[in-house]
């Protein structure tokens, strides 16, 4: 469709008027904007909106911005309730087209860059992992990487996938390498980059990966991926998969050997994942259930900051919490016998607590008769 932008009323006032150079362009329909804030600051402005209503926003956008010219990467500007606050044109389609009354406008609330811009704060450290030898010896090689990339030339880590049962630690290493390191971490979980609309998720994943690119040496951490890079025969489940994957790829592809960005991802389950975006990832660390010392350790370091005092029976437990992973036995069992010995007004926790914990679990009874007699 060709524009007649003669017939077009041009609302704004100063905004660049475009609309001599409009003749022969096509109408927009769809562009995306983002927020960045005005293009000099002064005290008292913090450049930070939020918006709330974006159907409301649509419109209001529309009316002041009808009949510009959209390219991407240029800006249009509020001339309204915050005069000269700037939006960048994300996303136009088809881009160098022109706004109508029936363009959609979408804005994008900036959560990933919001989140990340600090460094993420956690109070783990690598020695509180217990186990996952295989993930931390990696590790190793990152902070060495970061240490002196040139030395690592084209051999540098890029793409890791962390893999394995829920509650093993992937998370929890991921987060405790933001305390190790210098380096920013952007740390998102797959379903955060899913967006409402089409063309939110390319840009949503495009952000994220310049954001990194720009702030190298640099990590990102995509956790539950297969959320979002789902293996083909799953895609027709959902519509908008493979937009997310084809973007994915082609921003993994697109970070070159010397940016020093190095992609993490996390999944409970490998061979859901997208094969084109599971080879990218060099190499598949496992992380696996706790054995019978690391169980005991996990315990031993949990029950450092118990509330109250407690008489267990710490070798009986490394035998009935076998099968259960990290993230089990502290919540699980610890925490579920720590409430059950409060609420029975017990000033220590005792194995009856463990018991109500473990039956809690639905563990089968053969597994647990005979433990308490
Ligand atoms: N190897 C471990 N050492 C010490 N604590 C652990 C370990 N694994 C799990 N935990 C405990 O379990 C909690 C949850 O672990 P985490 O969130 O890292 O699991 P995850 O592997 O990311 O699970 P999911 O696949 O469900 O996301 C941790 O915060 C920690 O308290
Ligand atoms: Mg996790």
């Known amino acids: 469709m060709k524009s007649d932008n003669k017939q077009l009323e041009i609302k704004t006032t100063n905004q660049k008027l475009q609309i001599t150079e409009n003749e022969n362009k096509e109408f927009a329909k769809l562009v995306v904007v983002k927020p960045v804030g005005y293009p000099f600051e002064f005290n008292l402005m913090d450049g ?87 993930a931390k010896q990696k590790i190793k090689v990152i ?22 049962l829920p509650g093993t630690g992937k ?9 190790e390191l210098e380096v920013p971490l952007y740390l998102v979980k797959a379903t955060s980059l899913i967006g409402e609309h089409v063309g939110d998720s390319s840009s949503k994943i495009q952000d994220l990966f310049k954001k990194a690119s720009e702030n190298a040496p640099s990590i990102i951490f995509i956790d539950e991926i297969d959320a979002i890079a789902l293996h083909r025969s799953f895609q027709s489940l959902r519509g908008d998969v493979s937009e997310i994957v084809n973007s994915l790829l082609t921003e993994m592809d697109g ?40 169980r005991l350790t996990i ?8 509330p109250l005092d ?39 926790i005792t194995m009856q ?10 563990i089968k009874d053969s597994d647990i008769k005979g433990m308490f007699e």
């Open 255 to 294: 970070i070159n050997e010397n940016e020093s960005v190095i992609t993490i991802g996390a999944t409970n389950n490998p061979s859901s994942l997208d094969l084109a975006v599971k080879s990218r990832f060099e190499e598949e660390i496992e992380f696996k259930l706790p054995n019978e010392n690391e």
């Open 353 to 362: 607590n463990v018991e109500y914990a473990l039956n809690n679990m639905k």
């Open 143 to 164: 902070k060495k990487y970061l240490e002196d990339p040139e030395r690592f030339g084209p051999w540098a880590p890029k793409n890791i996938l962390f893999y394995g």
């Open 171 to 179: 998370t929890m290493l991921v987060k405790a390498l933001a305390n």
């Open 48 to 134: 930070e909106i939020e918006i709330t209503n974006t159907k409301l926003f649509e419109e209001y956008a529309r009316d002041q911005w009808l009949g510009l010219v959209v390219r991407e990467k240029s800006h249009l500007f509020d001339q309204k309730i915050i005069p000269d606050y700037g939006f960048e044109i994300v996303t136009a389609k088809p881009n160098n087209s022109i706004i109508t009354e029936n363009t959609k406008i979408k804005i994008i609330t900036d959560e990933i860059d919001k989140k990340n811009d600090n460094k993420i704060k956690s109070n783990v450290h690598l020695s509180d992992i217990v186990g996952q030898e295989n």
């Open 310 to 348: 407690y008489d267990l029976d710490l070798e009986k437990l490394v035998k009935l919490t076998k099968g259960l992973s990290g993230r089990d036995i502290k919540e699980k069992i610890l925490k579920t016998s720590l409430h059950n010995a409060i609420s029975n007004d017990c000033d220590i």
């Open 299 to 306: 315990m031993e370091n949990n029950l450092k900051s118990m």
